[in-house]
């Protein structure tokens, strides 16, 4: 077969060298994730050696994330203007040094400092990493890289949990932490070479792209992005469905084993099937978006509506009944979680090519921001209500609302080829 009866019939084959670029990619984010959620899963051995209170823990994992929220935005904007591999290839350095200097904490206010510089040093890595995949992946082919490229979310907290813990209740916290930080080292060394190369569809292969790239400013870069209508439509959407996907899952265990009267063990297999279900949702979506004729945000929107109905089965799940547990809990997962793979890529792809890593650092601001609030919304109405049923009901109007937000973005020619249009 030769290569246009290939492209007909819609078998598209990746280089060896696009798989190790997804792989750099891939492992780049995953070790950012194992750095950030490191110290939940060693909060109440730190907390007894160091004499914390409850509270001054949980400020680490607050101030880390104040922290990356800070830096998503000028991290995108860096990106577009430095290289997407060299913000990938700095964040992956910032988590080792931060990580590192975590080990030697003396107290409350030094851990702190250092919780907040690694989310610093965090907060540019998914912005300069989807900017590098789309320059790797064509527009019919990156869907399903970035389907691929997002599971190591998931892999991340596995990860951390299967060592952490034990390492830490065996030889201590601070050999924990350690190994942690030793990652982020494994990995950019990796990265450095696993990221080199000419990427076949750079924004920079168009002349009329580079000059423009050339020529911005920080300013007009803010401006374009902040005034893209599609952007602003994403930014809700994040806002909505973001904060209703974490607040829901920070508050699933407790829903099944308090609500439904499950204990925590058979609440932890509920979770492992919603995370299960949730991995192959997001490989799914992208594979799907590349081969499907239907734009990316009418899939991804409909994919979205799948979260509404879960949430409510889920808040009216029966009780003493697994089977209905299992299904909902897939359900939500796949709901919560299936259509991110593909707003994610159009964060980068509704704005100009030039200005991918910004629109993706900016978007990614108000994913923050619902990750803040819901949880606390979420909260308050269980404080207010006293019934998870009613709070759950009330979450699931946001990713409805967010369907509807979708359905008006619009995509052109140029959003459907962020930086294809090269001169070979």
């Known amino acids: 077969m030769n290569e246009d009866e290939t492209k007909a019939s819609g078998m598209r084959h990746w280089t060896g060298?696009?798989?190790?670029?997804?792989?750099?990619?891939?492992?780049?984010?995953?070790?950012?994730?194992?750095?950030?959620?490191?110290?939940?899963?060693?909060?109440?051995?730190?907390?007894?050696?160091?004499h914390f209170t409850v509270a001054q823990g949980t400020s680490y994992v607050t101030w880390f994330y104040i922290g990356y929220t800070i830096t998503v935005l000028p991290g995108g904007i860096l990106a577009d203007k430095l290289g997407y591999r060299k913000?990938?290839?700095?964040?992956?350095?910032?988590?080792?040094?931060?990580?590192?200097?975590?080990?030697?904490?003396?107290?409350?206010?030094?851990?702190?400092?250092?919780?907040?510089?690694?989310?610093?040093?965090s907060g540019p890595d998914l912005a300069a990493c989807m900017g590098l995949l789309t320059d790797w992946f064509s527009e019919k082919d990156r869907a399903t890289a970035n389907g691929l490229f997002v599971t190591c979310t998931s892999f991340g907290l596995t990860i951390v949990n299967a060592y952490a813990p034990a390492v830490a209740t065996t030889h201590g916290w601070r050999m924990a932490m350690a190994i942690t930080a030793a990652l982020p080292f494994i990995v950019f060394i990796f990265a450095f070479f696993a990221l080199r190369g000419n990427a076949p569809y750079a924004v920079n292969k168009n002349k009329e792209v580079a000059a423009r790239k050339a020529n911005q400013s920080v300013w007009s870069m803010i401006k374009k992005v902040a005034t893209n209508r599609n952007i602003l439509l994403l930014s809700i959407i994040g806002i909505l469905t973001n904060g209703a996907k974490w607040g829901v899952t920070n508050w699933m265990n407790l829903f099944i084993v308090s609500h439904l009267g499950y204990s925590a063990v058979q609440a932890g297999a509920a979770m492992s099937w919603y995370g299960i279900a949730s991995l192959v949702a997001m490989i799914f979506a992208g594979w799907l978006s590349d081969h499907i004729d239907m734009s990316r945000s009418k899939l991804a929107a409909w994919l979205m509506l799948i979260f509404t109905p879960a949430l409510i089965g889920l808040a009216l799940c029966p009780k003493?009944?697994?089977?209905?547990?299992?299904?909902?809990?897939?359900?939500?997962g796949m709901g919560s979680f299936g259509y991110s793979t593909i707003v994610n890529l159009l964060d980068a792809e509704v704005v100009p090519p030039e200005l991918k890593s910004t629109g993706v650092g900016f978007v990614n601001v108000f994913n923050q921001a619902g990750s803040f609030v819901f949880p606390i919304i979420l909260g308050s109405l269980l404080s207010t209500t006293g019934s998870y049923v009613i709070s759950f009901l009330v979450i699931s109007i946001a990713p409805l609302l967010g369907f509807v937000a979708c359905l008006f973005i619009k995509e052109n020619d140029e959003t459907l080829k962020t930086g294809v249009a090269i001169e070979q």
Do not use: E
């Open 17 to 50: 060298k696009q798989w190790l670029v997804l792989s750099g990619l891939w492992i780049s984010f995953l070790v950012s994730f194992i750095t950030r959620l490191s110290w939940s899963s060693l909060m109440p051995i730190v907390n007894k050696s160091l």
């Open 87 to 121: 913000m990938v290839l700095a964040s992956v350095l910032g988590n080792f040094v931060f990580m590192t200097l975590m080990c030697f904490m003396s107290g409350y206010w030094s851990g702190l400092l250092f919780r907040f510089l690694l989310g610093l040093a």
């Open 320 to 332: 003493n009944n697994m089977f209905a547990l299992y299904f909902w809990a897939c359900l939500v």
